[in-house]
């Protein structure tokens, strides 16, 4: 399996931007798709964003859809996900995630794929 490090999350006033990225390491990294999941305190996780292996698809939940995007640079093994017009409700523990097939759901990261140990991402009112 491949080994996801996040970095980047932080404190930010709603409205501002942010962006958070997840190094791969172990396994060959254009052979996998990678996503963004988020969870925010008492609550499940949810899915963010994925992008597909060679980066030209990238899907959307739709309570980021237009504020977030996400790329990949295959050559330094990393995932990025670019947060902009962030809300309050953004807050969350956020997981970079790494699978061979798509879509990535959390059954089938958890049963055949990689989870990063997360980054937390707080936007203030």
């Known amino acids: 399996q491949v080994q996801l490090v996040e970095s980047g999350g932080g404190l930010v006033q709603a409205g501002g931007s942010l962006r958070v990225s997840c190094a791969a390491s172990?396994?060959?990294?254009?052979?996998?798709?990678m996503g963004w999941f988020r969870q925010a305190p008492g609550k499940e996780r949810e899915f963010v964003a994925a992008v597909s292996w060679s980066g030209g698809n990238t899907y959307y939940a739709d309570s980021v859809k237009g504020r977030f995007t996400i790329s990949r640079d295959n050559a330094k093994n990393t995932v990025y996900l670019q947060m902009n017009s962030l809300k309050p409700e953004d807050t969350a523990v956020y997981y970079c995630?790494?699978?061979?097939?798509?879509?990535?759901?959390?059954?089938?990261?958890?049963?055949?794929?990689?989870w990063g140990q997360g980054t937390q991402v707080t936007v203030s009112s």
């Open positions: 995630a790494a699978d061979i097939h798509l879509p990535l759901t959390i059954a089938t990261v958890t049963s055949t794929g990689s």
């Open positions: 172990g396994r060959t990294f254009k052979n996998y798709a």
